[in-house]
């Protein structure tokens, strides 16, 4: 019984980080800029993709035979680092593209446009992924390949540590940067008064568009570490995501923290109910979620009201 309880509670930390992850990148963007990206589901799956063709390009010419034909040995080495870097990058200049092209003209303005235009673009992003991959899933091979790892009774897949150490590393990155340094002060300064901050001598737009290459580069990372894990899919970002968010709601969109806590607790919670009735897990999970939005509408930590969500 007590390794049930230990699987339950590493599994749940490895989906947990995942989720902490995606809602620090909701986080991220709303303490800066007051907005959402809608569509960062999409930069999941699109970053899954494009890690999956880096792979691919830089074992073409050992006589891979197509996104299928990919083996462990083309995550080994630099290939996988390598391919984070490009996911990274890839990612980044869509987070430009989209808050230059879905945020920045509806940005001080009243209503609701920014929700839509960010939603329509992740409906393109993800057309243009099926256009050049396919709606067929594709399967990711590990760094560390898929032997799972046993200890004291616990079954964990090498994959699922990697999640779990890179998610805790930058969390912990970011919140030094956030807290110690010139630009993590500069980017609380135009979260608390743009205008303000301007007239300090803070560039307010290059702060917000590095709010949303950050965002969108950790979504897409998020989708290369979890492709290996679930296969990479254009469509497996909207769960995902979904979930991600309501941890941020849960822990307070504008405490990085307390999203992050909302992640780890909306995993470690999905894998308690699994245990016991797995197609009770989104009830549950979401009906935790309505409760505590009734008795803290702001999360369990926030301290702004959503006025434009």
Not at 66 to 82: E, H, K, R
Not at 253 to 281: H, M
Request: proline share 4%; net charge positive; with cysteine.
């Amino acid at each position: 019984m007590l390794a049930t309880y230990l699987q339950v509670l590493v599994s749940g930390l490895a989906v947990g980080g995942i989720y902490a992850l995606i809602a620090l990148s909701f986080s991220i963007t709303f303490t800066t800029t007051k907005t959402l990206n809608f569509s960062q589901g999409e930069f999941i799956s699109f970053g899954a993709f494009a890690g999956v063709s880096a792979l691919y390009i830089l074992t073409a010419r050992s006589g891979s035979t197509g996104f299928a034909g990919l083996t462990d040995q083309a995550s080994a080495g630099f290939n996988y680092p390598i391919a984070a870097l490009v996911v990274g990058c890839v990612t980044g200049v869509l987070g430009i593209a989209i808050f230059v092209a879905a945020v920045r003209p509806f940005a001080g303005k009243p209503g609701m446009s920014w929700v839509m235009s960010t939603i329509g673009f992740g409906i393109i992003l993800q057309s243009l992924g099926l256009a050049i991959w396919g709606p067929a899933p594709v399967k990711l091979p590990s760094p560390f390949g898929d032997d799972v790892l046993r200890f004291a009774g616990v079954g964990v897949r090498p994959q699922e540590l990697l999640v779990l150490a890179f998610a805790v590393i930058v969390m912990l990155a970011l919140d030094l940067v956030m807290r110690r340094t010139r630009i993590g002060k500069a980017m609380r300064a135009v979260a608390q008064n743009p205008a303000v901050a301007s007239l300090m001598g803070i560039n307010v737009a290059a702060v917000m568009i590095g709010a949303f290459v950050l965002s969108s580069a950790l979504a897409g990372l998020g989708g290369l570490l979890v492709a290996p894990i679930a296969s990479a899919s254009l469509f497996m970002g909207l769960g995902i995501s979904l979930k991600a968010f309501s941890g941020a709601i849960m822990g307070g969109l504008d405490n990085p923290r307390g999203c992050i806590f909302g992640g780890f607790v909306l995993g470690l919670l999905e894998q308690t109910v699994a245990l016991w009735q797995a197609q009770w897990r989104e009830i549950v999970i979401f009906a935790l979620i309505i409760l505590v939005l009734a008795v803290w509408p702001n999360g369990l930590f926030g301290s702004r009201s959503l006025d434009k969500v």
